[in-house]
């Protein structure tokens, strides 16, 4: 746990100055006032940096405490074989694509809310960075933290499997705190889920392609749609 704050505080740090250097570059050459960055456009670049700076910080983590960092971060071949990425997508999208027709329908102003910012980050000068930090830079960064480094770390302590699956699973829930409760009950069951999956395959790919494919997949819908007004 130490390990992972740290790696938090350090990767939040580049994204301060991804951030920085973001609105440095949108100011070069002006010959007028200096623009400004775009909100937007900050909370993009900062997502970035923290995002890189997960990833470099947990891979470079886990080489102190194993000699096989790869091993350690359970980036290797599924037990099943490659041919597990078929499969493991389709009950996750099974599952929240129940979750959000019902929520569509009962409470359409949550869904809304909840996706917003998104939708927001995928309009404009923001679109194409916002599509990679959405679609790889989370699931990269997020699995190799959750479900590579801190997992296989905590399922050796007294915690076990089951208790670290809920452990992981509720931190990586936490950092989506922003979410409603109906959101936040989405994420917690993805990540048992992830959790699930990592035990069975015995690879975080697995995880790291589903996360991957579910971002780009609501991304793309995001993208691609004009989110409702909810009456009232």
């Not at 997960?54 to 983590?61: F, G, R, S």
């Not at 929240?96 to 927001?120: I, Q, S, Y």
């Not at 770390?153 to 208790?163: F, N, Q, V």
Request: proline share 5%; with cysteine.
């Amino acid at each position: 746990m130490p390990a992972t704050l740290a790696i938090f505080a350090g990767a939040a740090a580049v994204g301060i100055v991804f951030s920085i250097v973001v609105g440095a570059l949108l100011s070069a050459g002006a010959t007028g006032p200096l623009p400004q960055a775009t909100p937007l456009e900050v909370v993009v670049a900062w997502m970035g940096g923290l995002q890189i700076g997960v990833v470099v910080l947990t891979i470079v983590a886990a080489g102190f405490f194993a000699s096989n960092r790869w091993e350690t971060l359970a980036l290797r071949r599924p037990q099943q074989g490659w041919g597990v990425l078929a499969w493991a997508p389709l009950p996750m999208f099974i599952a929240t694509g129940a979750w959000t027709a019902f929520l569509m329908w009962w409470r359409p102003e949550v869904v809304v809310d909840d996706l917003k910012v998104f939708k927001d980050m995928l309009a404009g000068n923001t679109a194409l960075v916002a599509l990679v930090v959405i679609g790889i830079g989370a699931p990269l960064s997020e699995e190799l933290l959750f479900r590579g480094f801190l997992f296989s770390g905590l399922a050796k302590s007294r915690l076990g499997i089951l208790g670290t699956a809920l452990l992981t699973a509720a931190l990586w829930t936490a950092l989506h705190y922003g979410y409603s409760l109906f959101g936040l009950i989405e994420v917690l069951a993805i990540g048992l889920y992830f959790s699930w999956l990592l035990v069975r395959t015995g690879s975080a790919w697995v995880t790291i392609f589903c996360h991957a494919v579910y971002n780009t997949v609501v991304a793309l819908v995001l993208y691609s749609v004009t989110l409702p007004v909810p009456a009232g």
